[in-house]
């Protein structure tokens, strides 16, 4: 189902996920954006389980696993897994999202145009699968030790043809590392009958060579343009253990005996017969035939999914725009809000109510009580102010210069055509008590030898020099301070 992308259908943590492109028998794959700092994003596909089997703790187990083993694969032919999210009873995986289409599609389509894959075009998508099929058999964990990957599920569906040219396996999901195996509620069979082998289908514990078989069946497929074992169920399965497999060549007059043999030998029912390793398959098929480049397998999927590829592309775009009108609010949040006059009488607009972490390092406990704590510190300081300013005068240091002393009870300089009778005024008004140890001023020859300066007595009204409002709030008299 191709979706219109007009708004996300669900969104999950850093993900917006939007309506599903293909569906599957475990699972329905969607078009995600991933939203990150900075107005980064990028395009992702999300596989969302299906509600029943998410409800199912075996599946989920299975999941799980997946996405621990998925997630150690690093390879260019591999589908890479970003992330897991659990939203109530749903599990997604995300995956990296490729631009291309599937196998299974191509071949579709192909035949639908009265055409087949061409030879070394198929060649060279196997190949590529295989190398990336090689790369997970061969994943070891964090101590070295190898975890036994073996896909289960290789088919023309989970090899996906990018529009660069490179094939890629995707869905890891009934992979399992050896002896971390979880069997489906409907039993142990877990993939496409059309694809296992007989091991399989007799109960047997399976390794690689399964997936060497697998390969077989896709590379038999996609040569053919024709199912090697059509059916499921019993059909199937009698099919898989009792049918002879002509060569490709039976239906595909181009294919070469050499790679009738290569195949045939990968579809052998006896595993021992068949090549060691995935690796060995890939290499027998580029011997047996020359493989199309790059380039030429890009140019040939461009041109057979290109109204498909289109859509794509237009749903991408719809997505991109879409994230990028919501991302605009986003950017412009300052980290704190500007004061305006209309805020001017409100203490609490000058501090953002949601910082930045960096932007504080108290305690986790104070950090929502930091406008009042600047209060606090403000309201301290104006009392340690007040209290200077009324007892300053009173006791002064004993190295305190007679400069220090009030202008009111120092003489005029000798400059001065002030009238002598203005001295004696002055000394009327200051102490008798002696000078200070430390003077360093000659006095004026009319004045008192004490440079200690005039104390105004505190109005009755300072003391003390606040009112206390109703909430308990001390509000200082500006005239206690002049």
Same mark, same amino acid.
């Given at each position: 189902?191709?979706?219109?992308?007009?708004?996300?259908?669900?969104?999950?943590?850093?993900?917006?996920?939007?309506?599903? =492109?293909?569906?599957?028998?475990?699972?329905?794959?969607?078009?995600?954006?991933?939203?990150?700092?900075?107005?980064?994003?990028?395009?992702?596909? !999300?596989?969302?389980?299906?509600?029943?089997?998410a409800?199912?703790k075996?599946?989920?187990?299975m999941?799980?696993?997946?996405?621990?083993?998925?997630?150690?694969?690093?390879?260019?032919?591999?589908?890479?897994?970003l992330?897991?999210?659990?939203?109530? &009873?749903?599990?997604?995986?995300?995956?990296?999202?490729?631009?291309?289409?599937?196998?299974?599609?191509l071949?579709?389509?192909?035949?639908?145009?009265?055409?087949?894959?061409?030879?070394?075009?198929a060649?060279?998508?196997?190949?590529?699968?295989?190398?990336?099929?090689h790369?997970?058999?061969?994943?070891?964990?964090?101590?070295g030790r190898? =975890?036994?990957v073996?896909?289960?599920?290789?088919?023309p569906?989970?090899?996906?043809?990018g529009?660069?040219?490179?094939?890629?396996?995707? &869905?890891?999901?009934?992979?399992?590392?050896a002896?971390?195996l979880? !069997?489906?509620? +409907? *039993?142990?069979?877990?993939g496409?009958?059309?694809?296992?082998?007989?091991?399989? =289908?007799? *109960?047997e514990?399976?390794?690689?060579?399964? &997936?060497?078989?697998?390969?077989?069946?896709?590379l038999?497929?996609?040569l053919?343009?024709?199912?090697?074992?059509?059916?499921?169920g019993?059909?199937?399965?009698?099919?898989? =253990?009792?049918? +002879?497999? /002509?060569?490709?060549?039976a239906l595909?007059d181009?294919?070469?005996?050499?790679?009738?043999?290569?195949?045939?030998?990968?579809?052998?029912?006896?595993?021992?017969r068949?090549?060691?390793?995935?690796?060995?398959?890939?290499?027998?098929?580029?011997?047996?035939?020359?493989?199309?480049?790059?380039?030429r397998?890009?140019?040939?999927?461009k041109e057979?999914?290109?109204?498909?590829?289109? /859509? /794509?592309?237009?749903?991408?775009?719809?997505? +991109?725009?879409l994230g990028?009108?919501?991302?605009?609010?986003?950017?412009?949040?300052?980290?704190?809000?500007?004061?305006?006059?209309?805020?001017?009488?409100?203490?609490?607009?000058?501090?953002?109510?949601?910082?930045?972490?960096?932007?504080?390092?108290?305690p986790?406990?104070? #950090? &929502?009580?930091?406008?009042?704590?600047a209060?606090l510190?403000?309201?301290?300081?104006?009392?340690? !102010?007040?209290?200077?300013l009324?007892?300053?005068?009173a006791?002064?240091?004993a190295?305190?210069?007679?400069?220090?002393?009030?202008?009111?009870?120092?003489?005029p300089?000798?400059?001065?055509?002030?009238?002598?009778?203005?001295?004696?005024?002055?000394?009327?008004?200051?102490?008798?008590?002696?000078?200070?140890?430390?003077?360093?001023?000659?006095?004026?020859?009319?004045a008192?030898?004490?440079?200690?300066?005039?104390?105004?007595?505190?109005?009755?009204?300072?003391?003390?020099?606040?009112?206390l409002?109703?909430?308990?709030?001390? #509000?200082?008299?500006?005239e206690?301070?002049?």
């Amino acid at each position: 189902m191709t979706s219109t992308a007009a708004s996300p259908s669900l969104t999950v943590g850093r993900y917006a996920i939007y309506d599903e =492109l293909a569906a599957g028998g475990m699972a329905t794959i969607h078009l995600g954006r991933l939203r990150g700092a900075a107005g980064f994003s990028r395009i992702v596909a !999300v596989k969302r389980l299906h509600a029943r089997f998410a409800r199912d703790k075996d599946f989920v187990a299975m999941f799980t696993d997946e996405a621990r083993i998925a997630s150690r694969l690093r390879h260019p032919n591999v589908v890479a897994t970003l992330d897991v999210l659990a939203s109530d &009873d749903e599990l997604f995986l995300v995956m990296e999202y490729i631009y291309g289409e599937s196998l299974s599609h191509l071949i579709s389509a192909a035949k639908t145009a009265g055409a087949r894959v061409p030879m070394d075009i198929a060649a060279a998508v196997l190949v590529g699968a295989l190398r990336g099929v090689h790369e997970a058999h061969e994943a070891r964990d964090e101590r070295g030790r190898p =975890l036994g990957v073996v896909h289960r599920d290789i088919s023309p569906q989970n090899i996906l043809v990018g529009a660069d040219g490179i094939a890629r396996v995707l &869905d890891f999901g009934v992979a399992k590392a050896a002896g971390q195996l979880h !069997v489906s509620g +409907e *039993g142990a069979l877990v993939g496409k009958y059309g694809y296992m082998p007989p091991e399989q =289908l007799q *109960g047997e514990e399976l390794d690689r060579q399964a &997936d060497v078989y697998a390969a077989g069946v896709v590379l038999w497929e996609t040569l053919t343009a024709t199912r090697l074992f059509p059916g499921k169920g019993e059909e199937a399965y009698k099919r898989i =253990l009792q049918e +002879e497999v /002509r060569p490709p060549s039976a239906l595909a007059d181009d294919v070469p005996s050499e790679l009738d043999r290569v195949v045939l030998r990968a579809l052998s029912r006896d595993k021992g017969r068949r090549h060691a390793t995935a690796a060995d398959l890939g290499r027998a098929i580029e011997a047996a035939v020359p493989l199309a480049s790059p380039s030429r397998v890009a140019a040939w999927v461009k041109e057979l999914a290109a109204q498909a590829l289109e /859509r /794509r592309t237009a749903i991408v775009a719809r997505i +991109e725009a879409l994230g990028e009108e919501r991302n605009v609010p986003a950017k412009s949040v300052p980290v704190l809000r500007a004061l305006s006059s209309d805020d001017a009488t409100d203490d609490h607009t000058l501090f953002d109510p949601h910082p930045p972490r960096f932007t504080s390092r108290l305690p986790p406990a104070l #950090r &929502d009580h930091r406008p009042w704590l600047a209060l606090l510190v403000l309201a301290v300081g104006a009392t340690a !102010v007040a209290l200077v300013l009324l007892r300053g005068g009173a006791e002064p240091p004993a190295s305190a210069s007679a400069a220090s002393a009030d202008v009111s009870a120092a003489p005029p300089p000798a400059s001065s055509s002030a009238p002598a009778a203005s001295a004696p005024a002055a000394s009327a008004t200051t102490s008798s008590a002696p000078p200070p140890a430390s003077a360093s001023a000659t006095p004026h020859p009319t004045a008192e030898k004490t440079n200690k300066p005039v104390i105004k007595a505190p109005r009755a009204d300072c003391n003390p020099p606040f009112v206390l409002t109703e909430s308990g709030v001390k #509000r200082y008299k500006k005239e206690c301070f002049k």
